[in-house]
DNA sequence: TTGTATGCGTTATCAG
DNA sequence: CTGATAACGCATACAA
């Protein structure tokens, strides 16, 4: 049993194929005859047809795909792969609202990784957790012309629109949680440099009160030097970790999961549905080939 | 600035389209000069030439593209979202080996989910947590001789290759691991009547014995009829939460994440690599249109 | 060793 | 209102 064509449809109910085509796109420019209309609906139905959406695609030059390119980080924790579970779960969902199908990748800094973009023609990419480095050396593989947002990446590139945790405004409300001015930071490691700068800057804490986790030994030997005082941590998952060793902390969850933690904890949380308006945005790019967005910088604002 | 096409190529190098084709495919029943070898890769580099996969696909019937469908349970818990993370994970990075694309797809039981399977020219496709329910009734639009495989699902159709944890065998672990006979069960919730009934089973409690998690309250109201009595949890997540009533549990974790518990529990662990051999046998059926494969059920075995 | 021509399933332009 | 027909970018049988 093979698939059904249009052209099998136009046989069947004994019309043209371009009459079928237009029936099925239910162009508005063309008038049908309801005789028509019906008789080629019900060959359609009688056939199972389901569209060629490649063939489609090679034609009307627009996929209907969206990447999202997950930036693995060399050597992760065990949280790694939830740590964007969530955000990429919101995202497919409304990018298959909108009706666009999504590609997910996990990119391990292949060159090959990258061509699928314009191999497989996508209308947008979402790219999560992406280095710099890596990044801008193939980045002459993009620029044309389909919009690429950047989540929790900061990347030299004003082309791109970028989304971030308001990481300054969570400190601010981790401050309040806590009563009192935070001691130390324990965050979470990142892909991009510049992001993890960024973090540690708005925290306004010195280079020693800082800790990017690495293993569990180093984690121990920098909460030794703040027993009993107050701290923030960046993920979730690692606050938990940090638990077993201090209590007094609060956490900001950026893998949107604060259920992992004992609610005496204060939790700063992100809404995922900021991603709508994101992905509308996208949208918007795909369908109206030269809209510009004047705002290409999307914060998270986080509550608690 | 447009992507080349081998057309461009042809021109640029002065030879035809057929030549850049061979060429680019690296065709073994063509022999071509070395000299117009050089000369079309050179001018393919020049003009950052990728190849166009919908045009590719649409001629040789072949997408190189694989579907997750991950099924959403209606009323999922926070983990829900986790729960397959590790699982999709590992299956795209296999898959990306192979040279496969992977379309992640949510579904919500709508009808209109499924078409993408039709509609996309999916070379194989991957159900995680399928109900029998709603999978029955659009299984027709299957059938076209594609691979399909199930994952925590028990599905009526010998077509489908069926992979589940090995539950029997993880219940003996958790025996060894508690040191006595459970007493209870608490489990997650499955999409899969039959798979949930089938774990119920397998534990050999009665039913009064056994929980299948809902709200915190039920689950409450539940384990205070096992005080400090040993039992089992499907799921480390939900392990969790049932920790903060009782310690005496060993936890199947079906999300591959025993380091969200203390080391304290027993925890039951499956080895994501299982799913090497899987994917492997789902690309062979790809490649090999006529290969029947005598095992059509695997079995994630759990090792403490 | 290279080129020509056809078609994959669709959309869209132009005649009828 | 409907129908030929030319692309879309590529792979391949067949000719040269």
Same sequence: chains 1, 2.
């Avoid at 005789?35 to 959406?53: D, P």
């Avoid at 964007?84 to 779960?89: C, E, F, L, N, S």
């Avoid at 945790?165 to 510049?194: H, I, M, W």
């Avoid at 950026?254 to 259920?259: A, N, Y």
Wanted: one cysteine or more; a negative charge.
């Amino acid at each position: 049993m093979k698939k059904a064509t249009i052209k099998d449809i136009a046989k069947a109910a004994g019309v043209s194929i371009a009459t079928v085509s237009y029936i099925l796109n239910d162009v508005k420019t063309q008038s049908i005859s309801d005789e028509t209309r019906v008789k080629v609906m019900k060959a359609a139905q009688q056939l199972k047809y389901v569209a060629n959406r490649t063939a489609q695609s090679l034609k009307i030059k627009k996929t209907g795909l969206i990447g999202i390119l997950l930036f693995q980080e060399q050597e992760g924790h065990y949280w790694s792969d939830f740590k964007y579970a969530k955000t990429v779960g919101k995202i497919e969902q409304i990018c298959g609202q909108l009706g666009y199908h999504v590609i997910f990748m996990q990119v391990r800094s292949q060159l090959s990784d990258y061509k699928m973009i314009m191999e497989r023609n996508l209308d947008g990419v979402f790219l999560i957790n992406a280095d710099q480095e890596q990044f801008g050396t193939i980045s002459n593989y993009f620029g044309f012309g389909i919009p690429v947002f950047v989540i929790d990446s900061y990347i030299d590139d004003s082309l791109f629109h970028k989304i971030i945790p308001d990481f300054a405004q969570s400190f601010r409300a981790c401050e309040a949680a806590l009563g009192g001015r935070p001691e130390f930071l324990v965050t979470d490691a990142y892909n991009n440099e510049k992001l993890a700068g960024f973090i540690r800057e708005q925290s306004g804490l010195e280079d020693e009160r800082i800790c990017v986790y690495d293993n569990p030994e180093q984690l121990n030997d920098f909460l030794s030097r703040f027993e009993g005082k107050p701290g923030i941590v960046i993920n979730e998952f690692l606050a938990l970790e940090v638990l077993k060793k201090t209590a007094r902390i609060a956490a900001v969850c950026t893998c949107h999961c604060p259920q992992v933690l004992p609610g005496t904890v204060g939790r700063i949380t992100f809404d995922l549905n900021d991603y709508q308006e994101i992905v509308h945005k996208m949208d918007r790019y795909i369908q109206d080939a030269d809209y510009v967005d004047p705002e290409k910088f999307y914060y998270l604002s986080g509550t608690p």
